[in-house]
């Protein structure tokens, strides 16, 4: 003998409000529910147990029907991998993304909530990993005091910590990008390491095309005396930037040679002008001291062992030159518009005749004869 009750599908049990202690069976949902008189559909039989409230269906599902101690209800209506609510949050339902693999983890794609995909993390230590999946968020930067470090040898790029505002979804694969490091209240440091067992490329290689005249490639240094936030006038000598090449001794790295960009040392600055000059100097020994300085001026001036050349070519030792050293055509006239100087040899091509000044008077070289 069977007993039958009130039956229908779950979207009628919801039209009706059933009595107190009316029983209704939903036929698609397979699911039991018993009338109070007042609660629409009537509510869910359920069996207590592992401290909380559920209900077993009829095809095997598994769930709860209230809360468990959370903010947001657990629950699931079909198979046990839909989540209907999400578990302990407040809002819409949500869903693990598929695929991944052992050791990712779930990384942010985008500010809206829940939109998370899987990504690789690893290695480390205790400042930092080596990042070996795409950076498909939306910015990277570095932390305020950290450092990023490449490494060539493992190919890691290292730091504690990684930010970015490059509005892209790789890092960086279209151009005009920028990666800007630390602030300016911070000094933060790029560092290249380059293993024993590489071969001869390039540690930076910068590659470009150039549309004459601008466009070009180029690497740009800006400096000021102050502060980066309050910048202030610069004066004659001030390094702008520098080059500088360091060798083992078998203690530490000391300079051995480098090149400098400076504020002629002989002029001065003023608005819209800043005199430049480049030295490239050698050092024997780490006493600086010991260093050799060339210097070309902002008028173009070379001098050799010499930082205040007085004329294009200012040589402060002995010359031995390879090849033939020809001296300066003079006509007689154009010889009487030089500022003469003792020691001074032209060639006069009026009388065809070297001649060279000598104790203030000019004469032929020949015979010392006056000129």
Known sequence: MSLKIRRGTDSERVTITPAEGELIYTTDTKLLYVGDGTTSGGRV?????????????????VGFAGSRGLQGDVGFVGSASTVQGPIGYTGSATRIPTG???????????????????????????NGGTLTSDLNISTYKIANGQNLVINGTDYSITTSTLYSNVPSSTFPTTDYKIIKIGSKSNNNQLSLYWGENNSDDAV???????????????IEFKSSRGTLNSPTVLSSGDFISKFQAKGYDGNSFINTSGIVFCVD???????????????????????????????????????????????HLDVNGSGKFSGYVQFGSYTTTNRGNLTPANGMIIYNTTVNKFQGYQNSSWINLDNGSAA
């Open 100 to 126: 991944g693999t052992t050791g990712q983890v779930l990384s942010k794609v985008s500010g809206t909530d829940y939109d998370v995909n899987w990504s690789t993390v690893s290695g480390g230590g205790g």
């Open 45 to 61: 039989v359920t069996a207590s147990g592992g401290g909380g409230t559920g209900f077993v269906g009829s095809q095997g599902d």
């Open 204 to 218: 930076i290689s910068i590659n470009g095309s150039i549309n004459p005249p601008y466009g070009s490639p180029q």
């Open 265 to 311: 040392p002989n002029k001065s600055v003023s608005s819209g002008a800043v005199p430049g000059s480049i030295i490239f100097f050698t050092q024997a020994t780490s006493d600086p001291s010991s260093g050799i300085g060339h210097i070309i001026t902002s008028d173009g001036y070379l001098g050799i062992n010499k930082t205040n050349p007085s004329t």
